[in-house]
């Protein structure tokens, strides 16, 4: 059993972990449940986090590797109580039915916004391809992702 | 709450009515990770986790079983076989006793649950899980329903739907074609897998939270598991990860082996299989074959049929029986048939059992009344949309379905109509036409089809709802009711008719999870039926509240009845307004009952499966789609340019959920007609267990033009909730478009004179290999 410092939304997350723990696992196991497990085979996205603010699956990852880097989780999107502007836009156009793959897409989302930020509709659709969502049919997510890109273009937030 | 804030007396509209673009309710929750699934709950201390062991052979006798390694790997705390049942090891939703949580003595497909470990870890159980020694002697298996012999086993009784003499009229008809095609089954791939979460409490007690859209159901099965009565059992789910129908009996297992466990030991457990297991262990949507037989003439009028339906069951009936069923009540779709006969095959096979999946039987219905319009229109030359709208149903004659019921409510003629209007059909088909004479590779193709769908369970006694009412001395209430929230929306609708009822902000409602212990013997959410039965059985306790309410301002203020009113957030009694909250605290003081238990059943519907007749369905969902794809005929490949949807959902409860489900269904329904292939391998294990190998659509795989429009001018002509429109699960069907452009750009490189049989899911090979034959023939 190893011990495991990560910085978590700003908080150090310290804890032990196994060397076969993932990622998602520890985030799991420490009361960040906003990161889903949705395929156990890095296919889904409802896993996706942001480490140093790239993105990736927290199931293809051992926590172990994340020692002393800086992840962001669904909990830390929101700043200081506020919805961030893409969160408010997956909540006022709809992006979400059952909800399970709704973090992982707001993480997608964030990263895509960050490199790009103002994607185009094949962009956001092509940036999407290692997330799931099996109950919107994508239309909303997209819309809400478009929404989101024109209000943070705008400072309009 | 609104009890601290300022009241408005002059309020105008509460928010949150009926007919108000009202998000989904936990929407805020979902956006910041704070929503609760089952996985996410707090682990009470000395929580336990179980795992499923699963059999290794698709059909065999266990000879011996070695689990010794198992019970000493680091964490084990037990192991489980069907010996440690301690009722019934059974989990048969349809009673036939052919459904064991662990096998007993023989293993009847590859994945079935042998045994169970339960753990202080998940890893550590499903470690131990793989020391397990199990031999067994193979038995033949029957894996594809294309080998099953003229007496091969069924797990159910078959059905027949029969009117008029469909040998003579075969017979007599002037053109007549038969074939078979194949339709693939699909895996639900719910985004939240399979979990159950099983608390025991003192006597037989245990509470279980459930991923399952039958709450009432995994209460009853994990009773009878247990050999407990019913009232030991509370089964509670708040909400699913998605559904599909991959959680009305499917959730049963887990639940059991769950409850079990904890009771065996004491200590909660939970068990969560990885999606390997969820996908190999748990049934899916039913492949099937049909043959047809069809007799028309020269105009392309149908003049009768002759259906089998051939479905793969798996190894027991599990809903079989009504999802072959309601194959059969959709092999008409939209279209009059003079004669028909269309009979059912519920296979057995050595294969995982399948089970209901949005739809449930009534898609691979459908496709057979669309193949054989297609053979009708390319055996005439022929466009496949002048067959369909020749064939419809009438609205005073040629309008009763192969089960002898009526369509008195038919909108698909005006569904077509306006869809083809929108769309730009007819100029568009002239365009592809030039469009593939001049390109020799790409073919496009189009293709307009329409839906209807019979809502109503065909179990006539499963139409019936409860609901709990509870209003609160500050004017707050409590809402519960039998139906399960997976992301549908139900919860919000419903809690939206509640609001409107007492004029009161959709704030003030609160929702609660769904759980036996409060609305008992529910039927699943499923067929559709979600809010129409919830929806009007908590318009009724609230009724039942406000009438109450009524009574007392009566009598409290000496006004007749006619002069109350329910006003935004008050209560006009008489000359005066008295604010909702108030009334209520005066109710309370004066002694009245301020909760209530709402009922519903569905009226005039009845069926008799024996003599194939009656009127199952309470009213028909309509609705069209207009699809035009581009096809690469050197790879099969293809792109779907656009489609066009007009769906019909009576007066819309909610038009953006209701958009929702039309936008999802569809893709799903096109990810089953296109990309979504299930294989199993001769012996019997299933190769396409995760997303990695199963395609899935991706948010990249859609139309390129995507436009939907719900139909306004729509009104259920039957008195459900509001005149609204069950909206669930007839979208899915519209991706029949998709399939039926595709056929149609294959159709083109033999001049549209030779039917494409184009099999589901059509994938690029598909499309390939029908491109070849037809040039081959052609
Ligand atoms: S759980 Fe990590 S990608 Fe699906
Ligand atoms: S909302 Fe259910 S998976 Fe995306």
Redesign the interface.
């Given at each position: 059993m190893d011990f495991v410092s990560i910085s978590v939304n700003g908080t150090e997350l310290a804890g032990p972990a196994e060397p076969r723990n993932l990622l998602v696992e520890f985030l799991?196991a420490n009361g960040?449940?906003?990161?889903?497990?949705?395929?156990?085979?890095s296919?889904?996205g409802?896993c996706n986090v942001l480490v140093d603010g790239k993105l990736i699956k927290s199931c293809t990852a051992f926590a172990v590797e994340l020692q002393g880097r800086s992840v962001t989780?669904?909990?830390g999107?929101?700043v200081g109580g506020a919805?961030h502007p893409i969160?408010?836009a997956?909540?006022?156009y709809?992006g979400?039915?059952?909800?399970?793959?709704?973090?992982g897409m707001?993480i997608a989302a964030l990263a895509l916004l960050q490199e790009n930020t103002k994607p185009t509709e094949?962009e956001?659709?092509?940036f999407?391809?290692g997330?799931?969502?099996?109950?919107?049919?994508?239309?909303?997510?997209?819309t809400a992702i478009q929404a989101a890109a024109e209000q943070m273009e705008s400072g309009n937030v | 709450m609104t009890r601290h804030e300022p009241l408005d007396l002059k309020k105008a509209e509460i928010s949150g009515g009926v007919a108000t673009d009202r998000r989904h309710d936990s929407a805020h929750k979902h956006v910041t990770g704070e929503a609760v699934y089952i996985d996410d709950m707090a682990e009470p201390a000395g929580t336990l986790h179980a795992y499923l062991g699963l059999s290794t052979v698709a059909h065999g006798i266990i000879k011996s079983m070695d689990l010794g390694a198992v019970a000493a790997a680091p964490g084990v705390v037990a192991v489980l076989t069907h010996e440690d049942v301690p009722g019934t090891n059974d989990i048969s939703p349809a009673g036939l006793d052919d459904e064991p949580i662990f096998a007993p003595d023989k293993v009847q497909f590859l994945g079935q649950p042998v045994f169970a470990v339960v753990a202080e870890t998940r890893e550590q159980a499903r470690r131990a899980c793989s020391l397990a020694r199990i031999e067994y002697e193979d038995l033949p298996a029957l894996i594809d329903i294309a080998e099953a012999g003229e007496d091969a086993r069924l797990v159910t009784k078959p059905l027949t739907l029969q009117r008029g003499s469909v040998g003579p009229a075969l017979q007599a008809a002037p053109r007549r074609i038969s074939g078979r095609m194949r339709v693939g089954g699909q895996d639900h791939f719910y985004l939240e897998g399979q979990i159950a979460f099983a608390m025991p409490g003192e006597d037989q007690d245990v509470t279980v939270h459930s991923s399952t859209q039958h709450p009432s159901e995994v209460q009853h099965m994990v009773a009878h598991a247990l050999g407990a009565p019913s009232h030991a059992v509370t089964v509670e789910v708040r909400r699913m990860g998605g559904g599909f129908g991959g959680k009305e009996t499917q959730a049963n297992l887990f639940a059991a082996v769950a409850a079990i466990a904890a009771k065996k030991t004491g200590r909660p457990v939970k068990i969560r299989p990885d999606r390997d297991d969820d996908m190999t262990a748990t049934g899916k949507r039913h492949d099937f074959l049909i043959d047809y037989d069809v007799g028309f003439d020269e105009e392309g009028r149908i003049l009768g049929v002759d259906f089998t339906y051939s479905a793969r069951c798996g190894f027991s009936a599990d809903l079989s029986g009504p999802v072959t069923d309601r194959a059969l009540f959709h092999c008409d779709n939209t279209y009059y048939y003079p004669s028909v006969r269309a009979i059912s095959r519920p296979l057995y096979t050595n294969t995982v059992s399948n089970t209901a999946f949005r739809g449930f039987g009534g898609p691979q219905g459908m496709l057979g009344a669309e193949r054989i319009i297609d053979e009708v229109a390319f055996a005439l030359g022929r466009d496949p949309l002048e067959i369909r709208k020749r064939n419809l149903y009438g609205e005073t004659d040629r309008n009763v379905t192969p089960y002898h019921q009526t369509v008195e409510d038919s909108e698909a003629a005006r569904v077509i109509e306006e869809l083809e209007i929108s769309a730009g059909y007819a100029d568009r088909r002239r365009e592809i036409a030039e469009f593939n004479e001049r390109s020799p590779i790409v073919k496009r193709g189009i293709a307009l089809t329409p839906v209807k769908f019979g809502i109503s369970f065909t179990a006539t006694h499963f139409n019936q709802a409860g609901a709990l009412v509870h209003v609160y001395t500050d004017g707050s209430i409590h809402l519960n009711h039998g139906g399960t929230e997976m992301g549908q929306g139900l919860y919000v609708k419903v809690a939206q008719i509640v609001a409107e009822e007492f004029q009161v902000d959709i704030e003030q409602v609160k929702i609660t999870a769904t759980t036996t212990g409060k609305v008992p013997n529910t039927s699943a959410t499923a067929a559709s039926s979600g809010s129409d039965l919830n929806g009007m059985a908590a318009q009724n306790a609230a009724r039942q509240i406000k009438d109450r309410l009524i009574d007392f301002a009566t009598g409290q203020y000496e006004v007749p009845k006619e002069q109350i009113e329910f006003l935004p957030g008050r209560v006009r009694v008489g000359n005066q307004e008295i604010p909702f909250a108030e009334l209520v605290r005066q109710a309370y003081m004066a002694r009245i009952q301020l909760s209530a238990a709402g009922f519903y059943k569905t009226p005039k519907i009845h069926w008799n499966r024996d003599k194939g007749k009656g009127r199952p369905f309470y009213y028909f969902a309509y609705g069209a789609a207009c699809s035009e794809v581009s096809v690469d005929t050197l790879t099969g490949e293809y792109v779907v340019e656009r489609t066009d949807i007009l769906h019909e959902t009576g007066r819309s409860l909610n038009r953006a959920i209701d958009i929702g489900q039309i936008e999802g269904g569809f893709i799903q329904g096109m990810g089953w007609l296109t990309t979504e292939e299930l294989v199993w391998d001769d012996k019997g294990r299933l190769r396409t267990h995760a997303p990695s190998t199963y395609k899935i659509p991706l948010a990249s795989d859609r139309p390129k033009i995507f436009n939907v429009e719900l139909a306004d001018w729509g009104e259920n002509r039957e008195k459900t909730v509001h005149r609204s429109k069950a909206v669930g699960e007839p979208p899915f069907m519209l991706a029949m478009s998709v399939l039926h452009a595709l056929s149609d750009a294959v159709a083109s490189v033999a001049g549209h004179k030779i039917c494409p049989r184009l099999d589901a899911p059509a994938t690029p090979e598909r499309v390939l290999m029908a491109v070849e034959r037809l040039r081959a023939e052609g």
């Open positions: 799991r960040l449940t906003g990161t889903h497990v949705g395929c156990d085979t296919q889904c409802a989780t669904i909990e999107v929101a919805l969160q408010r997956f909540h006022d709809h979400l039915q059952c909800g399970f793959c709704t973090p707001i094949d956001i659709r092509a999407l391809a997330s799931i969502c099996r109950c919107t049919g994508y239309q909303n997510i997209v | -």
